[in-house]
């Protein structure tokens, strides 16, 4: 517990340098760029499509009988745009997750890697392909749960909980891959991955924690028309800073590991005699 905390603080110093700031503007300008046509073409039609939907299939009266239940019957107003945006967000997560580890963790990972590991030794384990598909093979399934765990958004406290650890299982999966993939060899990324898992998950799930804020601000928009492509903008910049932060702490906590292993297996041999 004590290499996660350390490598947190040195996360958020590494966050506050300019470079790593600025880092954040390119991933959100490609983003807003494309959910800004997407959402201009697609939202009013995927909203349209609902209300039809609902309207036609009686889905209303449920729906409102449910959320009844709980005391959130005035959600019943707002339904269709939510559910459109809550369907939406996972597609909103992957494009930012996708441009973070292609154009921001090579950077974060010569940053770390520069100030830190000077004479980390390169093995080139990993790759850009190699990136693009362990985030698309894990986000497969991240949706799949998130669709299957979607009705519990109806539940604060079990959606808090719940939508944190898929964030975590996600991130951790990713990052971990990402940070490791200049400096570990293929076997050293399987090794460290599974030494450290409970700590890598743990990182995950507080920064998954930490993207709960941006997904309230995203959801915030069914509930103000005007200022929704504010609220669209600023959830995407949250989303890529999150991201950033998360590759940072990653980055600093599996350098760390991967630099440990090697001195165990450097001095391991020697013990031996």
Known sequence: MQAVLVSFGRALLSQLHLR?????????VV???IWGV???????????????YFTENDAF????????????GALKTVLVPLIAMWVLLPLMILTALVFVGTMAMPIIARHVAS??????????????????WVVLSSF???????????PLSLFPPLAFVVHPVLWGWLTYRVMAYDALADHASAQEYRDIVRIHRWPLLTIGAITGALGAAPSLLWLG???????FPLLAAGAIWLYVLVFVFSGLWFQHYCLDALAAYRTRAFI???SKT
């Open 38 to 52: 997407l959402l201009w073409l697609g939202l009013q039609p995927a909203i349209d499509w609902l209300q039809a």
């Open 221 to 227: 928009g069914a509930l103000s028309v005007i200022f």
């Open 31 to 33: 983003s807003v760029a």
């Open 140 to 150: 497969v399934v991240f949706v799949a749960l998130w669709l299957v765990t979607l």
């Open 61 to 72: 009266s449920a729906a409102g009988k449910v959320l009844g239940w709980f005391g959130l």
């Open 20 to 28: 790593m700031l600025l880092l954040t503007v390119l991933p959100f």
């Open 115 to 132: 100030r830190h590991h000077p004479h980390l030794e390169q093995r080139k384990g990993g790759s850009i392909w190699g990136s693009v």
């Open 268 to 270: 391991a041999p020697g």
